[in-house]
């Protein structure tokens, strides 16, 4: 259910923000969608977070509870925040999840919730915004992820769903003017891993201490206004990538010994 938390007029909420532009952001309560929200407000944003549990001193001007993994309660979500007389410019989709499991390993349970919030629901929530952005001239924004780009031994769900995300992000591109920034953070300092639905506990890599959130916010945020398509951070994982297509043998390997799943 998408209950209303905060009341403003609607008048108040039209004319916030020194930009008088409004900036989405899915899962805006924590980590990364926390720190965008933080950035897009101090450059005079009006923002709207969209995520299920409210927190204190959230720095947006409104708060909608929604399970996003749920079709019907994302249903109308767009419309309805627009009812709300919020002129939507840019639409982040930002809330995610992981899973640590073998494939054999993978319930059909989890495997249909990660899709769902990591695939479903932004490409519902795309598709629900992409005419007011058009309309706007404004920024539909995909936090997908590196893991996108290459296979590692026990994301196997998580990165289908950032990659299928990417893909459907790059194609979208190919028919529509709309503004579309594909972001794949690298590991980001934000607990996300702690979130995780692990079946494996995650082993302790030096990956695992990296980038703070604040730093990839900043990027995100050149990127809606440079009108940047892409986002990579931190900028070393492109050879990482690069390494990962050019040795997949050794890849394997490193992967499968983080992991302790032998040779
Ligand atoms: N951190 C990394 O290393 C990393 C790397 C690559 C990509 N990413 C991607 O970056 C995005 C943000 O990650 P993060 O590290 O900032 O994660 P995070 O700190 O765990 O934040 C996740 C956010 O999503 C919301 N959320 C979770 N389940 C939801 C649901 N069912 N419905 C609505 N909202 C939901 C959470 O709020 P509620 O619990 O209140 O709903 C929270 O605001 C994700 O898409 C992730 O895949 C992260």
Redesign the pocket.
Known sequence: MIQLNRNRNQEEAGSMGSENKTVVI????????LAMAKRFKHAGYTVVIV???ERENLPCDRFYS????DPNARKDIVKRIAEDNFNIHVWIN?????VYALCEELSDKNLRKIME??YFAPVDLSMQVLDILKKNNGSLVQ?C???SQMPLCCMSTYSSS?SALLMFNESLRMETDVHLISVL????D???SS?AVKVREVPDTPGNRSTS?DKLAEKVFNAVKKRKSMVVYPFWYRYVIFFSRLCPGITRSVSRKIWNLGK
């Open positions: 899915t899962g805006g309560t924590s980590g990364l969608g995520s299920r549990n929604c399970d996003l993994t930002n809330a995610g999840i992981g919030l990591n936090i992820s590196v893991a950032k953070p690298g590991r980001i934000t607990g996300f979130r959130p």
